[in-house]
């Protein structure tokens, strides 16, 4: 037992290594946000009144990996979880708060985990330095309270290095797999080149994460950027069928599900070994979310009574975003803010990659199944908006510093498909979309234009389909869609790494997308059957953009099939001509031809075959 004196002494020690711990303190630590934030003294005091016995190094496990993610130049964020099961815990201690607002259940705290595990983090150069020469290091606790996951931010770092880094249970060998990471280029930095490896929407059930492990293997890129669906909430079944087994409403079904997402093989090994800037789309809530609600649950009692286990909007809202921020790699940028994700990066003097978050922050009523006409009658109301207006004021403000700061390139990542998608009959499509929300394209582009803001890249995931466009506003500035002059930039929109798109063979996915590409004079290019990412390389004088696909999600596999190359050069803004070299695997190219060869790379042996699979998905 303690002596007074000792408690005493204790105290601080304890509270000080808790606050180590980043977990602690997001999504937010101002104590109005009773909701979002954990009270370090009731935890600590917990810790220290209660007579349990710790954890001995050998009844711990490093469950699920390490992480890394938001890199600036001179720190890192880096990620792990130490603990004596795999599963979840089942304290919603980080949603309760000290205030009753919806429930009066104090128990669920009261047996919160009291037994704090002790971790040590190192980090290493990867080319002058081993573990014992330790560039940034440090002593961090977890509890069940934060599901025993640990985050740190790794500071004193060098600009635009690797490093290698290592979790380990205090005072054992207990260690955790050696991560890789790298640092950002200082901000005024020349940089000859930066590249990153784009996803989106990964859906367990329907796949395995191929393409992850793909890009892991060929390591050809600096950084991982993930525009959202990481994980998906449904309650899919089948042999990588979703756990838990029902839609997500809780805290603890939250953090269950993005635990299953972290045994896939191949996430954990791009997770390892580069850095993700991630950001949520809505299933990483719920489908089809908004500032108010999502598809199948709103804030109406008869919602809440029918729709979900009594849970409401804003309550299933902070679950998710309580398990993203303990499960993810990612800062929280502002305190004062619990649901900002949206955040910029200055990758020296060539580039600022800038994340927005077109979903969750302020975002006016989406479709939602069964309100689609309702949409489609409003989508030009002036006052809907994709971001809300202090985000969107921000983005703005974003794009005019980086032009002011001379920076080469304003590389977006976004969630949605930004350009406008019309059908054979010339009608818009698409009102979950930027379509959805003309005003707030509109105001994007005319800030684009009237301020002369050039070399824009718009990346963009959720549709499930490969789409690449030159970005301008049609019926408002002039544009070639031959030569591509007029344009203010160019998106690039990824496929889903296992999320399913329109069905059919290839055959009848490839005739759907000559109509769309038909249809539309900036689109360029457009794909749909294959599942995959794509790759960009940028310099000073142009982006190189290529995109892969998976043959088949249906087994775990390396098979790595190149689709479409573009090239951007700098001060064009628009795609260069011809577009795809003339030339493109899949899909349908204006102006250009398709030709399948089906010659694909293998990344377990760095060999080429030509294969084919009958089969994309797992169900």
Request: charged content about 20%.
């Given at each position: ?228 669906d990481y994980f998906y909430e449904d309650a899919s079944g089948g042999p990588r069928a979703h756990k838990p087994a029902n839609k997500l409403f809780t805290l603890y079904d939250y953090r269950t599900r993005h635990g299953q997402y972290r045994t896939d093989n191949d996430l954990q090994l791009l997770a390892q070994n580069y850095a993700w800037i991630p950001t949520w789309d809505d299933h990483e809530f719920a489908n089809n979310g908004y500032r108010d609600g999502f598809s199948a649950l709103n804030n109406t009692e008869a919602s809440f009574r029918n729709d979900g286990p009594s849970i409401s909007v804003d309550t299933r809202k902070i679950h998710a975003v309580r398990a993203y921020f303990e499960w993810m790699p990612i800062r929280q940028v502002d305190l ?284």
């Open positions: 037992m303690y002596s007074l004196l000792g408690l005493a002494a204790l105290f601080p020690l304890a509270s000080a290594s808790f606050e180590g711990n980043l977990n602690y303190r997001a999504p937010s630590a101002r104590p109005d946000h009773v909701n979002l934030g954990l009270s370090l003294p009731i935890i600590t005091a917990r810790t220290l009144k209660r007579s349990s016995v710790a954890y001995q190094p050998s009844e711990l496990n490093f469950t699920h990996g390490v992480a890394s993610g938001d890199p600036y130049s001179n720190s890192v964020i880096l990620w792990t979880r130490v603990a004596p099961t795999a599963e979840s815990d089942k304290s919603d201690a980080t949603v309760s708060g000290t205030v009753d607002l919806y429930s009066h259940e104090t128990e669920k705290y009261i047996q919160a985990d009291a037994n704090p595990i002790c971790v040590e983090w190192n980090v290493w150069e990867v080319e002058k330095g081993h573990k014992g020469q330790a560039k940034s290091s440090g002593k961090a606790y977890t509890t069940s309270d934060i599901d025993f996951t640990v985050k740190v931010e790794a500071q004193g770092l060098k600009p635009w290095t690797q490093y290698n880094y290592q979790f380990n249970v205090c005072g054992s060998n207990n260690t955790s797999p050696v991560g890789r990471t790298k640092t950002a280029p200082a901000e005024h930095a020349d940089v000859d080149e930066v590249k990153l490896a784009v996803f989106s929407c990964s859906n367990y059930p329907k796949g395995f994460f191929n393409v992850y492990g793909n890009a892991a293997r060929k390591d050809q890129h600096d950084f991982v950027v993930h525009l959202g004062d803010d619990n649901l900002r994700i949206w955040r910029s990066f200055k990758m020296g003097k060539l580039m600022d990659l800038i994340m927005i978050d077109t979903r969750n922050y302020d975002r006016s009523i989406t479709s939602g199944g069964n309100n689609n006409a309702y949409i489609e009658a409003i989508r030009d109301d002036p006052s809907r908006t994709l971001m809300g207006g202090r985000q969107e004021k921000w983005f703005f403000r974003q794009l005019s510093e980086s032009k002011e700061r001379a920076a080469t390139w304003r590389v977006v990542g976004n969630q949605i498909v930004f350009s406008r998608i019309l059908d054979a009959e010339g009608a818009l499509t698409g009102t979950d979309n930027w379509s959805g929300y003309v005003a707030s394209r509109n105001r994007t582009l005319q800030h684009l234009y009237d301020n002369g803001i050039s070399d824009n890249i718009f990346l963009s995931g959720d549709s499930h389909q490969n789409w690449v466009s030159d970005l301008a506003w049609l019926g408002t500035k002039p544009y070639d869609g031959t030569t591509g002059s007029g344009a203010i930039g160019v998106e690039f929109a990824g496929t889903g790494v296992t999320s399913s798109g329109p069905k059919g063979n290839i055959a009848t996915v490839q005739k759907g997308t000559k109509t769309k590409v038909d249809s539309n004079p900036e689109l360029q290019w457009q794909e749909g059957y294959y599942r995959g990412y794509f790759h960009l390389s940028i310099t000073k004088s142009k982006i190189d953009a290529q995109f892969f696909g998976s043959p088949s999600v249906a087994t775990r596999n390396g098979w790595d099939l190149p689709l479409a190359n573009f090239t951007v050069l700098a001060g064009d803004n628009h795609l260069q001509r011809p577009v795809a070299g003339g030339k493109v695997e899949a899909g349908s190219l204006k102006g250009g031809e398709t030709v399948g060869t089906n010659v694909t790379l293998d990344t377990n042996a760095g060999k080429w075959q030509t294969v084919g699979f009958e089969k994309m998905y797992v169900k």
